[in-house]
Each structure stands twice: as C-alpha cells, then as structure tokens.
C-alpha cells in the first residue's frame, strides 16, 4: 500500500512567486532577508531537565554535544511497523522523528500509543522527536489544523511525557503553514510555544518553517530570534525541511550558516534527495554542511510514501534499502558514518574503562570481483556493544575499510582477482576497542568483460505502472568517468520519471545519461538510477545492457 503524504515541494506556482519576488525586491530566501536577525541572547537561567539549548547548540542534559542522525518514520499510518525503530537503529541512527496524528485530520494517536512510541525509542536506544502531522499546509490546505490544537494535543498528552525530558522532543506541528500568507506563521508559532511552557513543559521544543517547510520566503529566517526569545528557557530548536527548493550549494549553505553565525539552533528536520517534477534537491551539500557546521538531519522517510523514490528501505525491509536509503546510510556524511549514540542511554560513561570481548573470527559470503560480504560472531561488553570496524591487514599495517552496528557487513571498492586479509575490531559507546580478531583471507573473483555489471529490480508495482532500479557497478581498475546505458524494453513500458540519470526512449530502446552526482563511478565502485514507468500487461525486465557501447555482465 502506498501512503499519502502531504506534500513539501514547492510547486510551479510557488517557484512563479519566488521568481516574482525577486524581481520586486520583496523579501525571499537569499534575497534583502537579514541573515537571521541579531545573535540570539544567553540561555535564561532556567535549569534544564533534559535535552536543552545552550549557546546555540542541542545538549544532552549531561552537557554532552547531540548532533542527531536518523530518519522519520510515518507511524500514524502504520502503527504496526514500529520494528522500524529497531531497523533504524541497526543501521546506525541515533535518533528518529515519529509522524503522529492529533485527531484533525488523521485518527488520532492516543496517550497509550505514545507511550508506547516513547519506550520503543528508548529500548532501541533513539532519542525520539515527535510531531504532529495534522497542520501540515495550513493556510493553504483546507483540511490542515492549526498550530493551538496541536499545543491542545501535546497538553493532553502530559502524564506521558513529563519525565522524558532526556529522551523526547516535541515538534509542535509538521510544516504548518503552507506558501499562502506565510507571514501569518509567526504569532501562532510564538503562541504554540508560550501555550505549551505555560502548561508546565520542560522539553526541548522544535519548530517546523512555513512555506510547506521549505521557507523559500525566509520567514522564519528573518523571524527566527522573536520565536526563540517568545520561549523562557531557551530550549527551542527550530526545524527546516529541505527539498527541491535546495537545489543549489549556495542555497543550502546560506541558509544553515545564517542560523549558525546568529547561535540561533536549526537541523534539517525532512530533506529527500530524489528529483522530482520541481527540480533536484542537492543532498550531498545538504549532508556535507550538516557534518561540517554539525548540525541534525532527519531524512524523509523510512518507508510508505505514496510517492516511493523517497522511501529509504523498500516495503519496510532493512535489507532492501532504496538508492535513497543506500545514501542516507551508508553514503559520504551519511548515518553509518556519522551517528553518535546519545550518551543518555549509558554509553560514553567516564566510569566505563572496560573493552568489549574480541569478535569472533569473520567468514566470507558472496564473494565477487569487487565485494565481499563478511560475518562474524558478536562481541560482549559490561555495557554494551555500539560497533564493529572491519579493517583490512597487510603485514605490519591495517587500514579501515567498513564499519557496522551488526555483526556483518558488505565490504565494497575491492579489486578484481586480489587477495585480502580482514579481521574486526568491537568498539562501545566509551570509545573503548576490544582487541582484534582472528583474520580471514579472501580472494576476489575475475571481473567479467566490459568491465561493468548491471543490476536490474522491480521496486514496486502497480496496475499500469511500477518503480524500477538499475544499479551500475564498475568491475574496472580505474574510474568511469561519464557513461550512457543502453538497454531494450520487451513489454511496452515507457519510462515517464526518472532520478540519477536522463532517459531518451525510442519505442523499447532506453538510454540513459548520467546526472551530474552520478557521472563518475569509482574502480570497484557504483551508483543507481531510479525510475517510474508504464506498463502493460506483462513487466519482462531488459536482458542485457551496455555501458557506453561496451557490454556489460548482469547481476
């Protein structure tokens, strides 16, 4: 099934006002907005019970740095897919923001869900943001609520989150405000946030900009400093949804530095990175500022989008991650890489001095020219196990070539007919690092002619449509630098919507041109192109591909 979600791209009306503006020397994003107003002022001496503000920056109550990393998750949908959280953890999140509903619009979840939600997050070790989704839009979708309702909803769930300070934050209300008037976003924001310190609440509360989020007329922008100083203990973040209004470096860039040079807090709440009919959101630059300014992002979404290029794992599986979520986790500045787990949940323990058990000694699975899938038995810890590093040992020296929060992982980037030895290390959340394995060899396979293999998948299907992936390896020793694939449709399908590559269609002859982010593909490396398409009756996948005129393996 797939799940309605209202909408965060900006539309071609939007992007007509925007270029309108500008021309009128109005005030949009980029434009005569002043970089955020003024500093803000030092936190109020307010003691903070848990997660809270300080100088710009989201800390744990211990006073420890949390730069969150994770996903969001449409539990209100779903409410029986909350093994998510689980599966968001075991890939290395530190944190998720759960879709809620408070009756409005959508059935409202009750004080026992929540409940629920909130001791899933913490069993599974996730500082969990809730929001509520039903105001999504308003001023512009007639169906959204408004942001004193949702204050209502978050009142009414007090006896559950009072004492969750540490572990919970609330997100007042998702994206509420649409492109219509967004000046009007400030004093119910102000309200919302009065309402709810007035009705005794001590979390860390954020909030979501106007413009369906994206603040492409950079209210909140210009507002930012009245919300935050409307708020008597300072601990208020406030939250920018990035989408095909980030379309550029410059864009993303100026937006985050302007919150940051002000001290005034800010995370990437949503962002996607799939084009789409209004334009290609730039998630590399989205991510790579993140990791420099460290800031928090929270990708758009775990699984059951209506619109299923922004799913990160299909139908719900961890083990079958989109070419979104393959990016979001394991990609440069992506959340394998970059999670820490907030030290609430007994990790990073000054206490803490004592090194897991070493791993067991690593087996070798699905062994290819360029890959290799590693196992191992799992560490122990008087704490608890965070990781494994896989490194890569020759002679005196080891490198590290992989890490994982499970006990496996897939080693990529390796070369064609070579010997390696591998061995793992077990690190907790202390920093502490068990001694090395025992190391395993392994022999990679001959690459196949053409220096290339070409995966082929159906990710969803519909009557008279389906999504579809192609994952291109270079099995070669040195870089593909620009491509075309060609490949040959036998059912009728026409491909109507596709990201990470530009299709030209001729009757069932497909060629595809690389996008700028997927032009070069490394030695042993590979990158994915998605696609929407119609179909008949019948769905036979292509049966072979070449890669600028050479042929290429299948996989």
Not at 155 to 183: D, M, Q, R
Not at 346 to 373: E, L, M, N, Y
Not at 541 to 551: E, H, R
């Amino acid at each position: 099934m797939r799940r309605a979600r209202s909408t965060t791209r900006k539309s071609p009306l939007a992007r007509l006002l925007t270029a309108l503006a500008a021309l009128l020397g109005l005030v949009v994003l980029g434009a005569v907005v002043p970089p955020a107003a003024q500093a803000a002022p030092s936190p109020p001496g307010v003691k903070a019970a848990g997660l809270h503000i300080s100088n710009g920056r989201l800390l744990e109550g211990n006073g420890n740095d949390f730069v969150m990393r994770g996903v969001n998750h449409a539990h209100t949908w779903y409410p029986n897919q909350l093994q998510s959280l689980a599966d968001v953890k075991a890939l290395g999140a530190n944190a998720v923001r759960v879709v809620l509903a408070d009756g409005h619009r959508w059935t409202k979840n009750s004080a026992q869900d929540v409940a629920n939600v909130v001791a899933q997050c913490k069993a599974n070790r996730l500082i969990c943001v809730l929001e509520v989704h039903d105001t999504t839009g308003y001023g512009e979708e007639s169906a959204a609520g408004t942001l004193d309702q949702a204050a209502d909803y978050w009142i009414g769930l007090k006896s559950v989150l009072v004492g969750e300070e540490n572990y919970v934050i609330i997100n007042i209300g998702n994206e509420p405000w649409g492109n219509t008037n967004p000046a009007g976003w400030t004093d119910p924001t102000v309200a919302a946030v009065k309402k709810l310190r007035n009705a005794g609440f001590e979390h860390t509360i954020m909030v979501d900009a106007p413009n369906w989020g994206q603040d492409w007329q950079g209210v909140m922008r210009a507002n930012a400093k009245t919300v935050y100083d409307a708020d008597p203990t300072g601990n208020l973040i406030f939250s920018i949804h990035m989408y095909s209004v980030f379309d550029t470096a410059a864009e993303i860039t100026d937006y985050l530095n302007a919150f940051v040079t002000a001290k005034l807090p800010i995370l990437i709440g949503e962002f996607g990175g799939p084009a789409d009919q209004y334009g290609d959101p730039d998630e590399d630059t989205m991510m790579a500022t993140a990791q420099q300014l460290k800031l928090g992002y929270l990708a758009w979404s775990w699984s059951g989008n209506t619109d299923p290029i922004l799913d990160l794992s299909i139908g719900f599986d961890p083990k079958q991650l989109s070419a979104w979520g393959q990016r979001i986790f394991n990609g440069a500045n992506g959340i394998a890489q970059t999670a820490k787990e907030a030290t609430v949940f007994g990790g990073g323990s000054p206490g803490d001095t004592q090194a897991p058990t070493a791993p067991g000694t690593p087996t070798a699975s699905a062994v290819t020219a360029t890959s290799a899938r590693l196992g191992w038995s799992a560490a122990t810890d008087n704490v608890g196990v965070t990781g494994y590093d896989v490194v890569r040992v020759s002679g005196g020296s080891e490198t590290k070539v992989a890490s994982s929060t499970t006990n496996s992982v897939t080693v990529t980037g390796l070369t064609a007919a070579t010997s390696y030895t591998f061995a793992v290390y077990a690190r907790d959340a202390a920093g502490n690092r068990s001694a090395r394995s025992a190391a395993v060899d392994v022999t990679t396979t001959s690459a196949p002619a053409g220096n290339c293999s070409v995966g082929y998948r159906v990710v969803g299907e519909w009557q008279g449509g389906f999504q579809g992936e192609i994952t291109i390896r270079n099995t070669g020793n040195s870089a593909i630098n620009g491509w075309t694939l060609g490949f040959a449709f036998a059912g009728g399908q026409t491909i109507s919507n596709m990201w990470g590559g530009t299709p030209t269609q001729n009757g069932g002859t497909v060629s595809v041109a690389p996008a700028s982010y997927t032009s070069t593909i490394s030695a042993g490396g590979s990158v994915s192109v998605g696609f929407i398409a119609a179909k008949g009756s019948t769905n036979p996948a292509p049966t072979s591909f070449t890669l600028s005129g050479s042929t290429c393996a299948t996989a």
